[in-house]
């Protein structure tokens, strides 16, 4: 006997309430990242803030390459966000516009509203996704909101945009200083500079989140993320 | 510091979630996604492995370079008049093979004589002097004029036998060039055409058109061929320059030759070659003789083995015995009656 799920009205609140309390359940079950394993369920725990992790509002990730970071954090985190939350509204940094927008955010645009599994999501985030994706294009991505100052739920920057026109809740800086720098530093004051723009944007400063994925560069002498490593390790160390 | 796990810290509103490939006890944590073979795969490319999988900092994982390969593998005099060189070379059994069917070297010591070996020089031309540089900034490494010269074995292994390092203009470039093109008489001189090196074989040519000694030159008898030798311009091949960062020629061109054991210094005289291939990362540090290094791999060409010689004067000694004694003319041996016993071919002449 196949076990066709009924899609109800019944079923589709639980499902709901199965994706808001479980980020990995989100990502994998709902938006279909099917490759996720054990570490990225640590992952997903880290950054609900879930024990025995705890609450944070600046949280670095870094993965060996091919760890599936950016999927995760980058796209499955603002995502997830975005759908339970009113208002809420993610900010997408990178080292580079393109790699912000066909290799992260396109995706999931074609996801919603192309894909296989896009009829799926439609019907499950009904009451979230505005009549015939209004205000979805190739730059942002927005659902429905109740505050009309609100920005988008999921737009991006590259290294070179202006830094200003929004207010938000969460900024991922992915990948903000690329791998092949090919010896020059230059990317990590690019990085930099993208960290504390992104800082003052936040809406609100006690809670709004900053998060940074990324790997050290192959070359060069300095190292994005492992300069914010030090940086975090430095606060956790005398919170402890 | 409040460590949640082996890989997470947490603390202050702060999270760190770290994951390099391997865990603390050295085994990877996706073990289906890395096995045994794709680590060791992955390993051959250090850099990588270290900054992008091991997620350790620039710099610290061993340069680009195996320092230990590179120390192993040095070759040392045989003879106090350095024409005998003693390496470590690879054996390879062809039953001794790994699980894609690739022979698995084995370590050799073996000797190779000077004179069985082909000479290269590569150049790499100072491209400002100090008074026409501007202030040296971030970023700019400090340059010297550099000429290398390496030998290649036959067994495609490659010394580097000489080298001279200084901080002179293209004229005492070319002075040194000259020398040590008559004391190696090497096979050919490579030089990146860029910049003011652009010049350099136009500037040989015209010093051989006017300056006899340059026209005719000769070689000292001591290493490689002795007598008179070409014009040095006729032997100068441009070495394939693109717009490549040295930092990935020598990573992507170099790191696996020596990282193999493919290319030896000398065990007396490698210090400043040793710490230019250390530091190539580091742009506070001149690597003139790694860029000389970097274009050897597209000129490189081992030379014929002495047993090749053998054979063909074996060959010569065989023939030479159907010679007609007056004019020297060979014949050719006599056909069978019936023609060949095994095949019964005929010549269609007697």
Not at chain 2, 23 to 28: F, K, S
Request: charged letters at 25%; one cysteine or more; aromatic letters at 12%.
């Amino acid at each position: 006997v196949t076990l066709v799920p009924k899609f109800t009205e019944e079923y589709r609140q639980e499902e709901l309430l199965r994706g808001e309390r479980s980020l990995f359940y989100f990502e994998r079950n709902i938006l279909g990242f099917d490759l996720l394993d054990d570490m990225d369920f640590e992952l997903c725990k880290a950054l609900e803030g879930r024990a025995p992790y705890q609450a944070w509002i600046r949280a670095l990730v870094s993965k060996y390459r091919a760890g599936r970071k950016s999927t995760v954090a980058s796209q499955g985190y603002p995502m997830w966000r975005g759908s339970y939350i009113v208002n809420f509204s993610t900010k997408l940094i990178e080292g580079s516009s393109d790699n912000a927008k066909y290799n992260h955010f396109a995706p999931l645009v074609d996801l919603y509203m192309n894909s296989p599994r896009a009829e799926y999501l439609q019907w499950l985030y009904g009451h979230r996704i505005p009549p015939n994706f209004v205000g979805w294009n190739s730059e942002r991505l927005t659902f429905i909101k109740e505050n009309p100052l609100a920005s988008d739920t999921l737009s991006f920057w590259g290294p070179n945009s202006k830094f200003e026109g929004w207010h938000g809740d969460l900024v991922v800086i992915d990948d903000a200083q690329g791998t092949e720098t090919e010896g020059s530093d230059v990317g990590v004051s690019d990085a930099w500079r993208s960290y504390k723009r992104a800082v003052p944007l936040l809406t609100d400063q006690r809670r709004g989140q900053v998060v940074v994925v990324g790997a050290p560069p192959i070359s060069g002498t300095r190292s994005f993320v492992h300069e914010v490593k030090d940086s975090f390790e430095g606060v956790i160390k005398r919170a402890a | 510091m409040s460590f949640v796990n082996d890989f997470a810290q947490c603390g202050g509103g702060h999270t760190v979630f770290w994951v390099p490939v391997l865990g603390p006890d050295g085994e990877p944590y996706d073990k289906e996604s890395f096995p045994p073979h794709v680590i060791e795969s992955l390993k051959t490319i250090p850099d990588v492995w270290g900054s992008q999988y091991l997620l350790q900092r620039p710099g610290e994982h061993d340069s680009i370079f195996d320092e230990q390969e590179i120390v192993e593998s040095m070759f040392e005099w045989v003879d106090p008049m350095r024409t005998v060189m003693r390496y470590k070379a690879f054996e390879f059994d062809p039953d001794n093979l790994d699980e894609l069917g690739q022979s698995i070297p084995e370590r050799v010591t073996a000797t190779v004589s000077l004179s069985d070996c082909r000479f290269y020089m590569h150049v790499d031309a100072k491209h400002k002097l100090e008074s026409q540089a501007r202030q040296r900034g971030k970023g700019q490494r400090p340059s010297k004029a550099a000429i290398l010269i390496t030998a290649v074995a036959p067994d495609h292994h490659v010394f580097i036998v000489d080298w001279w390092l200084e901080a002179v203009g293209l004229e005492g470039l070319a002075r040194k060039m000259f020398s040590y093109y008559c004391l190696w008489a090497p096979y050919r001189i490579s030089w990146e055409s860029v910049g003011a090196q652009f010049w350099l074989r136009e500037y040989f040519t015209k010093i051989e058109d006017y300056d006899e000694r340059y026209r005719y030159p000769t070689a000292r008898t001591r290493y490689g061929m002795a007598g008179e030798i070409p014009k040095l311009s006729s032997r100068m091949v441009e070495a394939e320059k693109t717009n490549q960062s040295k930092e990935f020629i020598a990573r992507v061109v170099l790191s696996g030759l020596i990282n193999r054991g493919v290319i030896h210094l000398d065990s007396k005289r490698h210090d400043e070659m040793l710490h230019q291939l250390l530091n190539v990362l580091d742009d506070r540090e001149g690597i003139d003789l790694v860029d000389c290094l970097g274009q050897g791999p597209g000129v490189w060409k081992a030379p014929p083995p002495p047993s090749m010689f053998d054979q063909v004067a074996r060959r010569l000694a065989f023939v030479s015995a159907f010679a007609q004694p007056r004019t020297g003319f060979i014949r050719g041996m006599r056909q069978p009656a019936g023609g060949d016993k095994r095949t019964g071919f005929k010549r269609p002449w007697s």
